[in-house]
């Protein structure tokens, strides 16, 4: 084997196992986002993967619309008007991609989180 075949093997190994690492890894399989409001789920959607486009949900709301962006495989509330969500808590709190993890606005008794999926915590280990 020369050189050049084993260059040309190990970018192929190489590539092969970048193209596999999404799945080993888990991510995107089984998450899915639950929209809820005044403690009732509205809406339910699989989290999109890292490599989806960009897509906004609206939202509806008692007192007008949020709306959450999903982008990155990632789940965020967009900045509301201070009229509807004084404080703006919600939108500051960042993204959220893994199961367990969830936004809050309290004002709007909105809840956004991510459920399904593995989290990779361990809780608790018996004997």
Known sequence: MTKTDRLIFFLLAAAG????LPSLSGAGRGRTVQVEISGRVV???????????????????PKGQAVLSLERGEARILPMPSGL????ICSHSGPIDRPGESLVCVP???VVRIVGGD?????????
């Open 17 to 20: 196992l970048a193209a596999l």
């Open 43 to 61: 809406q339910e959607f699989p989290l999109p993967s890292p490599e989806s486009p960009p897509r906004k949900v609206t939202i509806a709301l």
């Open 85 to 88: 969500c004084p404080l703006g």
């Open 108 to 110: 709007n008794r909105l």
């Open 119 to 127: 989290t990779g915590i361990v809780h608790a280990v018996a004997r």
